[in-house]
T-cell receptor, first 113, second 113 residues
Framework: AQSVAQPEDQVNVAEGNPLTVKCTYSVSGNPYLFWYVQYPNRGLQFLLKYITGDNLVKGSYGFEAEFNKSQTSFHLKKPSALVSDSALYFCAVRAPGNNDMRFGAGTRLTVKP | DGGITQSPKYLFRKEGQNVTLSCEQNLNHDAMYWYRQDPGQGLRLIYYSQIVNDFQKGDIAEGYSVSREKKESFPLTVTSAQKNPTAFYLC????????????FGDGTRLSIL
């Protein structure tokens, strides 16, 4: 079975500070990992993914994520947060051979001016 | 522009009534998905389809039905058997490669009158 956990319901950071949104996963085999962002009353937008290769993945809007196999984590990061980054962030995992994707419960990021 | 269109944006259901949510994509994607989003629970998979005229149940298929008669269309019917249908419904699509992200529509919010 595949699953993903986002241990923080809410993350608050000040504008200009670095941000981290945490994600851990459980899957048999090598995972496919994804981060999405959701703005109010909208669908999810894809930010970045890890399939294989370099553990540091760069994505849209200055976001990046680090794959750590030993800790089964895939934390989302950004060096300098913007107020416009405030949104709901979802981590997702898919096991090779599986047709469906599992999403975490989401983390609400609030960036204060 | 290519994308996924969900309609209507808001929908109201009376007791004992079936309602159908529309999802159309012009991305030429083979796979399509329906998710239900409730506050604090992330996304839960209702149904998915990898190819025309074929679909599989997800984790919470009871009370829902789908069809996939055309590659571009994957409508979801919320039947009267679904006792708690109030939620935000999201449709997504992806190409066949499991390492590729899903693309989402902007959702339909269903409420009970």
């Amino acid at each position: 079975a595949q699953s993903v956990a986002q241990p923080e319901d809410q993350v608050n950071v000040a504008e200009g500070n670095p941000l981290t949104v945490k994600c851990t996963y459980s899957v048999s085999g090598n995972p496919y990992l994804f981060w999405y962002v959701q703005y109010p009353n909208r669908g999810l937008q894809f930010l970045l993914k890890y399939i294989t290769g370099d553990n540091l993945v760069k994505g849209s809007y200055g976001f990046e994520a680090e794959f750590n196999k030993s800790q089964t984590s895939f934390h989302l990061k950004k060096p300098s947060a913007l107020v416009s980054d405030s949104a709901l962030y979802f981590c997702a995992v898919r096991a090779p051979g599986n047709n469906d994707m599992r999403f975490g419960a989401g983390t609400r990021l609030t960036v204060k001016p | 522009d290519g994308g996924i269109t969900q309609s209507p944006k808001y929908l109201f259901r009376k007791e004992g009534q079936n309602v159908t949510l529309s999802c159309e994509q012009n991305l030429n994607h083979d796979a399509m998905y329906w998710y239900r989003q409730d506050p604090g629970q992330g996304l839960r998979l209702i149904y998915y389809s990898q190819i025309v005229n074929d679909f599989q149940k997800g984790d919470i298929a009871e009370g829902y039905s789908v069809s996939r008669e055309k590659k571009e269309s994957f409508p979801l019917t919320v039947t009267s058997a679904q006792k708690n249908p109030t939620a935000f419904y999201l449709c997504a699509s992806s190409i066949g490669d499991r390492g590729q992200p899903q693309h989402f529509g902007d959702g339909t919010r269903l409420s009970i009158l």
